[in-house]
C-alpha cells in the first residue's frame, strides 16, 4: 500500500528538500498484506535526473554483513559445514602463526573479535585478490579477544573467505542457491546487478571518502579499485569481485523488508525459529554493544533504532545511507535512502532513521 501524503513520506521529502540524502525508499509492515511503501526524491541526479521508485536497487553495502554472511553462516551451521567455534586458522592454514589464527568464526559475527574496523585490504594485498589469504596474517589486533565490541569489517570479509574455503562454493553462488532462490528473491536481490536492467540508485562519481582513508593509513590510493555504475561503493568488495562478507549486495526496499522478515517472523521457508533466535539475541553481553551474529540490538545506547523500537530489536545500517530494523514477532522497517550520490556526504542519517522508525510504528496495525 503507497502511503504518499502521509507522515513518512513528509518525513523524506524534508529530507530530500534538505540536501540529506538524493532520494529514498521506505517499506515497513508485519506481513506482505499490510506492507506500506513511500519514496521521495530521486535515484539519480546524474547524468539526469531519474526518480526513485519502489523498484530501485539501492547499494546496500553494510546490509551485505546480517543479510547475507550471517544468513549463510547459519545454513552452514545448519549443514555441518561450519561450527561457530571454528577458527581462522583451520579454514585458512594461510594464517597459522599469525596473530589472528585463533579467532573463533562467531568473535568475527559479533564484532568482538578484536580487528581494525577497516582496512584497506586491496593495498594489503597489492591489488591481487589471490594474495589475500595469505596477507590476512598479516593483520595485528587492537583488542584481546571477547573483551570490546569493535565493528570490523575486517572481521567479515574473513568470514565470508572461510564460509567460501568450508564449502567449496562462492559467496554470491552461496546466496543464490541458498537463499534467494527459495524465497523467490532474484528480482530482488543480488550481487553485480546490470544497470541496463534495473534501476539503479545513483553511485558516487568518484572514491572521495575511501581516498582519504587510505591516504591517512600511509597507503598507496592507486591500488583502489575504479568505480562504476553497479559496483558497490565499498572498495574491498570491488577488490574481491563485487561479492564479499562485509559489502556487495544491491536491492529494492521490498527484497530487504522480505529477507530480514525472515529474521523477525521465521516462516520456515528458509530459517528456522530457533536459528533466527540464536542470530539476533545478544552475544556480548556486559560490553559497549549489544551484538548478535551479524545484528546490532536496539538495547545498544545511541544505536539508529531510536525509542519506538524495544530494546529486543534488531538491525542494521549501511553507509550508502540505508537501514533496516524489525521488532521479533512485529514489523520489519526498511529505509533506503542514498547519501553517496554525487558524491560521499558525511551526513549522520540516525535522527532520520529513527524518526522514520517512530512515525512507520504509528501506522502499523497492532495484531
Not at 518525513?11 to 521521495?40: C, T
Not at 558497490?232 to 529477507?259: C, E, I, K, T
Request: aromatic content about 6%; charged content about 20%; some cysteine.
Amino acid at each position: 500500500m503507497a502511503d504518499r501524503g502521509g507522515p513518512v513520506h513528509t518525513l523524506l521529502e524534508r529530507a530530500v528538500r534538505a540536501g540529506q540524502v538524493a532520494g529514498a525508499v521506505a517499506v515497513w509492515g508485519r506481513d506482505e498484506a499490510s506492507l506500506r511503501s513511500v519514496r521521495a526524491g530521486c535515484a539519480a541526479l546524474r547524468p539526469v535526473a531519474v526518480p526513485a521508485v519502489d523498484e530501485t536497487w539501492f547499494d546496500l553495502a553494510s546490509l551485505t554483513k546480517p543479510l547475507v554472511t550471517t544468513t549463510l553462516c547459519l545454513l552452514g551451521f545448519r549443514t555441518g559445514a561450519l561450527e561457530p567455534t571454528d577458527r581462522i586458522g583451520e579454514l585458512l592454514p594461510e594464517t597459522r602463526g599469525s596473530e589472528i589464527e585463533d579467532l573463533e568464526l562467531a568473535s568475527l559475527l559479533t564484532h568482538s573479535s578484536g580487528l581494525p574496523a577497516w582496512l584497506p585490504l586491496y593495498c594489503l594485498a597489492e591489488g591481487e585478490p589471490r594474495r589475500l589469504p595469505e596477507r590476512l596474517g598479516r593483520i595485528g589486533l587492537e583488542a584481546r579477544p571477547g573483551t570490546r565490541v569493535r565493528y570490523s569489517c575486517v572481521g567479515f570479509v574473513i568470514a565470508a573467505v572461510m564460509l567460501e574455503r568450508a564449502t567449496g562454493r562462492s559467496l554470491e553462488q552461496l546466496f543464490s542457491e541458498q537463499v534467494l532462490h527459495p524465497l523467490g528473491l532474484e528480482e530482488r536481490l543480488g550481487f553485480h546487478p546490470d544497470p541496463g536492467r534495473r534501476p539503479l540508485a545513483g553511485a558516487a562519481t568518484a572514491p572521495d571518502a575511501e581516498t582519504l582513508l587510505v591516504r591517512e593509513l600511509g597507503a598507496d590510493p592507486a591500488f583502489i579499485p575504479p568505480v562504476g555504475p553497479g559496483l558497490p561503493d565499498d572498495g574491498n568488495a570491488r577488490f574481491l569481485g563485487g561479492a564479499a562478507g562485509n559489502a556487495g549486495l544491491f536491492g529494492s526496499a521490498r527484497g530487504v523488508w522480505r529477507l530480514a522478515a525472515e529474521y523477525a517472523n521465521p516462516t520456515g521457508a528458509l530459517l528456522t525459529a530457533g536459528e533466527a533466535a540464536a542470530a539476533t539475541r545478544s552475544h556480548t553481553d556486559g560490553l559497549e554493544q549489544a551484538r548478535g551474529y551479524g545484528w546490532q540490538l536496539a538495547a545498544t545506547a545511541g544505536c539508529s533504532a531510536g525509542p519506538a523500537l524495544p530494546p529486543s530489536a534488531f538491525g542494521h545500517t549501511g553507509f550508502t545511507g540505508v537501514s533496516v530494523w524489525a521488532e521479533r514477532g512485529g514489523a520489519t522497517y526498511v529505509l533506503l535512502a542514498n547519501r553517496v550520490h554525487p558524491a560521499h556526504r558525511n551526513l549522520d542519517l540516525h535522527p532520520l532513521r529513527r524518526r522514520f522508525h517512530q512515525l512507520a510504528k504509528a501506522t502499523t496495525p497492532r495484531c
